[in-house]
């Protein structure tokens, strides 16, 4: 059985700093997009940043220049380092990875910012 692990989430304080980890349990075989989505309180989940198997990145608009994606193929792992965190961006932050015969969440790792 899959399972992603998520780490990194927690406390910083406005402006600070947080890089979120997932790592994979298990086998995925022929992995394509990476991704992390969050979902706030009272708000819709939408991705965040996402990473294609060649190395394309997107991002939403708030978080351009701020947050960065990486991945490694060998430990099929995907990151997101966060810098200049907002408060509005509180929430539980979930990875996503996707192949061409399912589609895999984590857990959720929350990430609080707040003074």
């Known amino acids: 059985q899959v399972q992603l ?4 989430g927690g406390l910083v304080q406005p402006g600070g700093s947080l890089r979120l980890s997932c790592a994979v349990r ?7 997009t990476m991704a992390w ?4 309180s009272g708000k819709e989940r939408e991705q965040v940043a996402a990473i294609t198997s060649s190395g394309t ?3 939403i608009d708030s978080v351009k220049g701020r947050f960065t994606i990486s991945r490694d193929n060998a430990k ?3 990151y997101l380092q966060m810098n200049s965190l907002k408060p509005e961006e509180t929430a539980v932050y979930y990875c996503n990875i996707e192949s061409p015969w399912d589609n895999y969440w984590g857990q959720g790792t929350r990430v609080t910012v707040s003074s």
């Open 5 to 8: 692990v998520e780490s990194g």
């Open 57 to 59: 990145t997107n991002y």
């Open 37 to 40: 989505y969050r979902l706030a």
């Open 76 to 78: 099929n792992a995907v």
């Open 26 to 32: 298990g086998s995925i075989f022929g992995i394509n």
